[in-house]
């Protein structure tokens, strides 16, 4: 099983990126996923989670600007983010709690992370 983020970049503050984190391997059961962010010289932190019935959580610094969603069918959770602040700029990390076969328990995964830089 691989995690695999895409959709990072350079953008201005106020500006949006969607990024995406596909989820391979056949016969997958993904129970919840989430985004996570390190920025330089800071611990990683939660961004955002969503279960697999679509309940959904996420931190107080980018409630009302960030929206994560997710679409089982391919496997793939997305973060679009709205209206950027240089604090945002990290890289963003997707993780999930899958269970590889249906005789295996839930393992967690997660992908390399993408780089988000939001410049002032």
């Known amino acids: 099983v691989q995690l695999q983020a895409s959709g990072g970049g350079l953008v201005q503050a106020g500006g949006s990126l969607r990024l995406s984190c596909e989820a391979s391997g056949r016969g997958l059961s993904i129970d919840d996923m989430g985004w996570y962010r390190q920025a330089p010289g800071k611990t990683r932190e939660l961004v955002a989670t969503?279960?697999?019935?679509?309940?959904?959580n996420y931190a107080e610094a980018v409630k009302a600007r960030f929206t994560i969603s997710r679409d089982n069918a391919k496997n793939t959770v997305y973060l679009q983010m709205n209206n950027l602040k240089p604090e945002d700029t990290a890289v963003y990390y997707c993780?999930?709690?899958?269970?590889?076969?249906?005789?295996?328990?839930?393992?967690?995964?997660w992908g390399r992370g993408t780089q988000v830089t939001v410049s002032s």
């Open positions: 993780e999930a709690d899958i269970r590889p076969h249906r005789i295996l328990p839930l393992y967690n995964y």
């Open positions: 969503i279960s697999s019935n679509g309940s959904t």
